[in-house]
């Protein structure tokens, strides 16, 4: 028995149009032309009128906990520090229910916006203690029949300078935390923080995503040691790095130099065009620098690369609506692409890229999940060129969300 039929879709790298088959939650079938008679063909459907079906988009780092929080935090420098500061106040104020109802919003948002799994970021400190963490783990539960959350526990304002911390980061992993982040540049030990995380992370056999080197100062940086820990602990392929702003004023031969290293320890990276592009860069009256790392040079070298929303109406990011189509566009623009293959590998980082970082599958084939979304393009660069939103989505079987596109009444 099917359970749904998806009509005249047109799948990446396909000339012709096809149907696809869903039942029991997976893909059974995908044919030019899927007919027949009886009660197994009077299954629901959807007519995707040729436009492109792709795997739902993943996010690869957001912060949940601290969305949505304009009406009670204000960024008055538009600087890092700026916004650390001014949610490092607002936390007080942070109880477990709030989390959930800001985190909420911003899931169903994302949910609409075609993205189906997300990498979160929580803050942990004996200040908010396990508030938001608790949170999220109620979001993951009551999500799960639209959106896979991975939990990142980690410590925004220092591991060392904050004593408690430590044991609060064991107790959110011993209680079901995905994985371990770090903020070294927030610590008075950087290299003793990054250490530590090392250290707890092959304790618990759990990946690490650090926020890293995020300023343009290019004389000192903290990539170095991570690189040296991977490759110490054994950790090559299971290390992402974040914003690393530091990577955007780099000459060409340092920045070759940096992509052997990281390809070396097997080191990924995140860009956060978003808020790169807004606190970065505040101290220059001209010229100003855009704060955003290349990340298509590295994917061109093999660095596993993804493009992510980071934050939403908060004081580092106060503007945003959860669309990994509109930030692959942003990172484009910023970037000056503008080829088909340039736009197709910003497609590929909020999709391939960032599927294989949280260990999921990334084909429409047969025997996959049904979990895929339906775009109005006809190509990935298209949807990145055009910032196709997506009208229609499922998860696992199960129709998760509509958006139809718009209409026109003529005269």
């Given at each position: 028995m099917l359970d749904y039929l998806v009509r005249n879709a047109c799948l990446n790298g396909e000339n012709t149009l096809v149907d696809l088959a869903v039942a029991d939650g997976k893909i059974v079938e995908i044919a030019q032309s899927i007919a027949g008679e009886g009660p197994s063909f009077d299954a629901p459907s959807f007519d995707a009128a040729g436009q492109l079906i792709s795997c739902g988009f993943v996010e690869s780092h957001i912060h949940l906990d601290k969305a949505c929080i304009l009406d009670r935090a204000k960024n008055e420098t538009g600087t890092l520090q700026g916004a650390i500061s001014a949610v490092a106040n607002a936390k007080s104020g942070f109880t477990e229910d709030d989390i959930y109802a800001r985190g909420a919003r911003v899931i169903e948002k994302a949910i609409t916006e075609g993205t189906n799994a997300v990498r979160t970021h929580v803050e942990i400190d004996p200040g908010i203690d396990l508030a938001g963490f608790n949170a999220i783990k109620r979001l993951k539960a009551d999500y799960a029949w639209a959106m896979d959350i991975e939990i990142c526990v980690f410590p925004q304002e220092g591991l060392f300078n904050y004593p408690g911390t430590e044991e609060l980061l064991r107790q959110a992993l011993d209680n079901g935390a995905d994985l371990l982040g770090g903020c070294p540049y927030m610590d008075t030990d950087p290299h003793g923080q990054i250490l530590r995380l090392f250290e707890m992370a092959r304790d618990y056999d759990v990946d690490l995503d650090f926020h890293l080197d995020f300023d343009l100062d290019a004389s000192w940086r903290h990539l170095d040691e991570v690189a040296k820990q991977s490759i110490?602990?054994?950790?090559?392929?299971?290390?992402?790095?974040?914003?690393?702003?530091?990577?955007?004023?780099?000459?060409?031969?340092?920045?070759?130099?940096?992509?052997?290293?990281?390809?070396?320890?097997?080191?990924?990276?995140?860009?956060?065009?978003?808020?790169?592009?807004?606190?970065?860069?505040?101290?220059?009256?001209?010229?100003?620098?855009?704060?955003?790392?290349?990340?298509?040079?590295?994917?061109?070298?093999?660095?596993?690369?993804?493009?992510?929303?980071?934050?939403?109406?908060?004081?580092?990011?106060?503007?945003?609506?959860?669309?990994?189509?509109?930030?692959?566009?942003?990172?484009?623009?910023?970037?000056?692409?503008?080829?088909?293959?340039?736009?197709?590998?910003?497609?590929a980082m909020v999709s391939d890229a960032p599927a294989k970082l949280l260990g999921r599958s990334n084909k429409i084939a047969v025997g996959e999940a049904a979990s895929f979304i339906v775009l109005p393009a006809q190509s990935r660069a298209q949807v990145v060129s055009e910032i196709s939103r997506p009208i229609w989505g499922m998860k696992d079987g199960r129709v998760t969300f509509e958006h139809p596109a718009a209409r026109l009444f003529r005269p």
């Open positions: 110490a602990f054994g950790w090559q392929g299971r290390v992402m790095i974040g914003h690393v702003t530091k990577l955007s004023v780099l000459p060409k031969p340092e920045l070759e130099d940096t992509i052997a290293i990281m390809r070396d320890a097997g080191i990924g990276l995140t860009v956060l065009p978003a808020t790169d592009l807004f606190l970065t860069g505040r101290d220059h009256d001209h010229s100003v620098p855009c704060g955003v790392a290349p990340a298509h040079k590295l994917a061109a070298h093999g660095v596993c690369c993804t493009i992510a929303t980071n934050n939403v109406l908060n004081p580092f990011t106060p503007y945003g609506d959860c669309s990994l189509s509109r930030m692959a566009n942003l990172y484009a623009n910023v970037s000056q692409l503008a080829t088909e293959a340039e736009l197709e590998n910003c497609f």
